[in-house]
C-alpha cells in the first residue's frame, strides 16, 4: 500500500463524492518515492511526504488554471490535495522525483483525508494560477506568486467530511 497525494479541485471532489471513485487527471499523483528519498540527504518519511503533498499542491493550481472555472463559480479558487492509500501506484522519475503513475481509479474507500484551502487563499491562488507556468520555467517574480498561495496552509478533512464539506462552501 502507497499513500499518494492527488492534485485535484473542488469540481473532481464533486464527482469523487457522486461517483465513489475519482480517476486523477493522467492518472498522476505524488509520493514518498526512491528518487524522492535520495534527493533528499536529512529528512524523515513525514518530511518527505510534506515535499510530495506540496508537489500535489502546486499541480493543483494547474490543474485550476486549466479548468473551465465557469464550470463551479460557486467554488472560487482552491487548492485540491486528496491523499490515499492505493497499490500499484509506479513511480515516474521520468517526469519527476514523487511523481507516480496510478493503477486505476481512486475508490472514495482508499481516500485517507482531503486537504483543502481555506477561502482566505483565494486570491493568493487565483494570481498564481495566472503565472504557474512561467514560474515552472523559472520566472522568479512568478515563483514569487506562486509562493504566496503555497503559503497558506490546507485545512485537513476526513473522508467522512466530504459531503458536508462540499454543502458548506
Same mark, same amino acid.
Given at each position: 500500500m502507497t499513500r499518494?497525494?492527488?492534485p485535484a479541485t473542488l469540481g473532481m471532489l464533486q464527482r469523487l463524492v457522486a461517483e465513489n471513485e475519482l480517476d486523477a487527471v493522467g492518472?498522476? &499523483? =505524488? &509520493?514518498?518515492?526512491?528518487?524522492l528519498r535520495e534527493s533528499y540527504t536529512s529528512g524523515d518519511d513525514d518530511e518527505l511526504a510534506e515535499v510530495a503533498m506540496s508537489e500535489a499542491a502546486r499541480a493543483s493550481v494547474r490543474l485550476l488554471a486549466a479548468e473551465d472555472t465557469g464550470a463551479?463559480? @460557486?467554488?472560487g479558487t482552491r487548492r485540491v490535495v486528496i491523499a490515499a492509500d492505493v497499490e500499484g501506484a509506479t513511480p515516474r522519475p521520468d517526469l519527476d522525483d514523487a511523481v507516480v %503513475?496510478? /493503477?486505476?481509479?481512486?475508490?472514495?474507500?482508499?481516500?485517507a483525508s482531503v486537504h483543502v484551502d481555506l477561502k482566505a487563499a483565494e486570491a493568493?491562488? /487565483? %494570481? &498564481?494560477? @495566472?503565472v504557474v507556468d512561467a514560474a515552472d520555467l523559472g520566472d522568479e517574480e512568478a515563483e514569487f506568486v506562486l509562493g504566496d498561495a503555497e503559503d497558506h496552509e490546507l &485545512?485537513?478533512? /476526513?473522508?467522512? @467530511?466530504?459531503? =458536508?464539506l462540499l454543502e458548506l462552501l
Open positions: 499518494v497525494y492527488v492518472r498522476t &499523483a =505524488f &509520493a514518498v518515492t526512491p528518487t463551479t463559480p @460557486e467554488f %503513475r496510478l /493503477a486505476g481509479p481512486i475508490p472514495m474507500s482508499a481516500v493568493d491562488v /487565483a %494570481r &498564481a494560477m @495566472e &485545512a485537513w478533512y /476526513a473522508a467522512q @467530511e466530504l459531503q =458536508f
